[in-house]
């Protein structure tokens, strides 16, 4: 696991056409290298030490390869004063929170032509739109805040939201150790979550917040999991058919199916943040968040990876708009057909088949890009962890630390 993260560590710094990637690469395959060797090491020692010393890795690994490089990138970036050692989203979000701050509207566009067109001045066309939801500004605020300097920087507010809510899941989950560790490290330590962190990527936040709100449906706790995926929703369009399917699973302490109590929370929380937005300028806004990502501008989206439905929407003419409505017009009578006959009965089942569904939908989509893998694989991590983690049990019956971390960290007797 950790020489694999090495080898890919080396062979993003070597090719990577992004300056954050490369510093990351360059600056966390040592690390890599290094927990790689003291795994080996692990399987020397006597079972009974095993979780406790992978514990202590993962932290440490966490810092060498996450940590360590976050850190460096900010310095760099603030000593450069432009938008090297950084992943475009953090700056695009950092400038729809100062458009905000300033009172003007975060989504920007213009007609040039009877086209609408994103529209910044000295940036990139695809990096003038704004393609999130209202809420995700609330990353980008720090940054206009000069005494801040370069703590103020969106991806380190991403990176403690993740980090922190990852363990709030964690200690709510109360699932077993050895599980709770491997899901910590699929978003904090591994490829899949350290990159993220060190560069800014926006996801990491949104599986954070969806993570508690999967939590609180496990634990039957209905309007604590409205309001976490409700904010997550504000946030970014990517968690709507996660929230979607949880209406299958959603409870109250009872037992009782909820879905609409769930819809409606999710519905007032969505509309704060949305409503006055759409308000203000109501065809930007459907550009930055519908049309720009899905590929229907004017202006190319650059999440575009050579995934089998962005080959064929680059090679045959007229593809795009094909394959869109190809997977809404095939896909959708699948989806519900498949939940009809095998409908999500808990969390678990939740995850695994949004994270099939975010697997075809990344293959087929038009533009969409390899990060997205992001989804899919901690929703599958995640429903290994739930499908043994206790269920319908009050937080008041929770103790004063993470099950997963006490039961790792306390010594074992023979």
């Not at 560590?9 to 990637?21: E, G, Y």
């Not at 993962?58 to 996450?66: S, Y």
């Not at 975060?106 to 009877?114: L, Q, R, T």
Request: charged residues 15%.
């Amino acid at each position: 696991m950790f020489a694999g993260s090495a080898v890919f560590a080396v062979s993003l710094w070597s090719s990577s056409d992004l300056s954050a990637h490369r510093d990351w690469g360059r600056d966390s395959y040592v690390g890599y290298a290094a927990c790689a060797l003291a795994a080996l090491v692990l399987t020397r020692l006597r079972p009974r030490r095993v979780l406790r010393a992978r514990v202590l890795l993962t932290a440490a690994c966490f810092i060498v390869v996450a940590l360590v490089p976050m850190i460096l990138m900010v310095r760099d970036r603030a000593a450069s004063r432009n938008e090297l050692h950084v992943l475009p989203e953090v700056a695009v979000i950092e400038r729809a929170g100062n458009r905000l701050a300033h009172g003007h509207d975060p989504f920007v566009a213009e007609v040039i032509g009877h086209r609408l067109i994103g529209q910044v001045p000295g940036v990139p066309r695809y990096e003038a739109f704004f393609p999130y939801f209202p809420a995700m500004t609330v990353f980008g605020l720090p940054s206009t805040i000069s005494w801040l300097g370069a703590l103020g920087d969106g991806r380190l507010w991403m990176a403690f939201v993740a980090i922190g809510l990852l363990f709030v899941g964690l200690w709510l989950a109360r699932a077993p150790p050895d599980r709770a560790l491997r899901a910590a490290q699929v978003l904090c330590v591994l490829p899949t979550g350290a990159i993220f962190l060190a560069g800014g990527g926006d996801d990491l936040p949104i599986l954070a917040i969806a993570f508690v709100g999967l939590v609180a449906i496990r634990r039957r706790r209905p309007v604590a999991a409205g309001v976490a995926f409700g904010l997550a929703m504000a946030m970014k369009l990517t968690v709507w058919p996660l929230a979607a399917l949880c209406l299958f699973v959603v409870r109250d302490a009872s037992g009782r199916r909820v879905p609409a109590k769930f819809s409606a929370i999710i519905a007032a929380i969505v509309a704060v943040f949305v409503i006055p937005f759409a308000i203000w300028n109501p065809r930007t806004f459907l550009v930055n968040t519908i049309a720009f990502p899905l590929g229907l501008s004017s202006v190319n989206s650059p999440a575009a990876s050579p995934l089998p439905g962005h080959v064929i929407a680059t090679l045959v003419p007229g593809a795009h708009r094909a394959l869109l409505i190809g997977l809404v017009i095939v896909g959708s009578p699948l989806l519900v057909w498949w939940l009809r006959r095998r409908p999500p009965r808990d969390v678990a089942d939740v995850c695994r088949l949004t994270a099939v569904v975010a697997i075809v939908v990344m293959c087929l989509a038009p533009a969409t890009r390899v990060g997205y893998l992001v989804y899919p694989v901690n929703l599958l991590a995640w429903s290994w962890l739930f499908e043994h983690s206790p269920e319908g049990r009050s937080t008041d019956e929770l103790g004063d630390l993470p099950a997963s971390i006490e039961a790792a960290a306390a010594p074992r007797r023979p």
